[in-house]
């Protein structure tokens, strides 16, 4: 009797292991299929964290439902990672964080309210110094740690700034501002007074962009964007609604004004007139034209006609990004490091340890032996005007 007890009772847990097994096995798959199907998204929608956040984490919980944690920046990428699994039939609990987290409430955006701020990888002073944002740029505003917050610039970049930095808005505020009269302030670098010019109130960088309240013959009073009020001498400026519409007919403009850096001091995540990093300064020419390119040279890289280095350089235009670093070999891939803006006759324009013109013409006297050794290519971005990478300041919506 007691034999035959003990064999049942061998039998049930056996039978319990093996439904046991079943079940680790189907969640097991489970879990499988939904990280491959969040992994293509994050692919097609996601690929570059600088400029998207995609993270997603699933888990079979107590009661076996499948959840998926995370949190994202893109609405389409949440609601094309929902229905791709419930066209394959797999059913899950949405703990999914979608950014802006709530807890802003409505004032999700805001405008940058000093000359100049540093964006960092993290949320702390002491962390990589990534990119800056000049004043009066318009920001997403993501979600909040401690004093700092996490933001997305124009330009799709996604970076941590400290609470001073900002003018925080909501979205009717915002809509009020791009309905403003606004102008663009033209001069590298300047300190402003208040309405009486008396007292200096801010510096100001070039291509900040400030609204106007009134004017005379020979000023103008602009508001910041947390309400102080500053006189400006009107040559200083141009009004933003022309500005924003100007086309570049001739690219020696460009090169114009990237002359005028030459010699500023190479900043690590610099963006400003006050110091650039390679990618930093050619990005900053092109704003002073109403382009907004990508940030890092690796996004840059990825817009634009191209030409090969199999080319040559004397098919280069007045204007096109000239790009450096790895060329791909069999064990490793191309790896995009340093960028810079072609002007003519074989000579480029760079932010390498200062501002300062090289050329691919082995005869010259500023020819680069090493820069020539590791030139990736062209890419032409003034033929891709209005595509992903090359926006008009006129056509962006936070404007």
């Not at 009073?221 to 309400?227: C, E, H, I, K, N």
Request: hydrophobic share 40%; net charge positive.
């Amino acid at each position: 009797m007691i034999v035959q007890l003990l064999n049942k009772m061998r039998i049930f847990f056996w039978l319990v292991m093996i439904l046991l097994g079943f079940a680790c096995s189907d969640n097991a798959e489970l879990l499988q299929q939904a990280n491959r199907v969040s992994q293509d998204i994050k692919e097609q929608m996601a690929p570059d964290g600088r400029e998207a956040i995609y993270k997603t984490n699933f888990y079979i919980d107590k009661n076996q439902t499948l959840v998926v944690s995370g949190e994202t920046s893109l609405p389409e990428a949440k609601l094309a990672l929902f229905s791709a699994l419930e066209h394959r039939k797999i059913h899950l609990l949405d703990s999914m964080v979608l950014l802006p987290e709530k807890e802003l409430g409505d004032l999700n955006w805001a405008l940058v309210n000093l000359s100049v701020v540093n964006l960092r990888s993290k949320p702390k002073h002491s962390a990589e110094l990534v990119s800056q944002a000049i004043m009066g740029t318009p920001v997403r505003v993501l979600k909040k740690q401690n004093s700092w917050y996490l933001i997305q610039t124009p330009d799709n970049y996604i970076a941590w700034v400290d609470r001073a930095a900002l003018a925080f808005k909501t979205k009717e505020e915002m809509k009020q501002w791009r309905n403003s009269e606004r102008v663009v302030f033209i001069p590298w670098f300047k300190l402003e007074r208040d309405s009486i010019g008396k007292d200096v109130v801010t510096d100001l960088v070039a291509g900040s962009i400030l609204e106007l309240k009134r004017e005379n013959s020979g000023f103008y009073w602009l508001t910041l964007p947390d309400g102080r009020e500053i006189m400006v001498v009107k040559r200083d400026c141009e009004l933003f609604n022309q500005w924003e519409q100007e086309k570049i007919e001739d690219a020696s403009v460009l090169t114009k004004i990237a002359k005028q850096f030459m010699g500023r001091p190479y900043l690590w995540g610099g963006t400003s007139s006050k110091g650039v990093d390679c990618s930093g300064f050619v990005k900053s020419v092109y704003f002073m034209h109403g382009i907004i390119l990508a940030r890092d040279a690796s996004l840059q890289f990825l817009h634009g006609d191209t030409i090969s280095p199999e080319q040559g350089f004397r098919k280069l235009k007045e204007g096109d990004l000239v790009f450096f670093g790895r060329k791909a070999t069999s064990d490793l891939p191309l790896k995009v490091t340093h960028v810079g803006m072609y002007m003519k006759d074989g000579e480029f324009i760079h932010s390498s340890g200062r501002v300062k013109i090289n050329s691919f013409d082995s005869t010259a006297d500023n020819y680069s032996d090493y820069r020539s050794i590791s030139w990736l290519g062209g890419r032409r971005v003034l033929n891709r005007i209005g595509e992903a990478g090359v926006i008009r300041v006129a056509e962006h919506p936070w404007y």
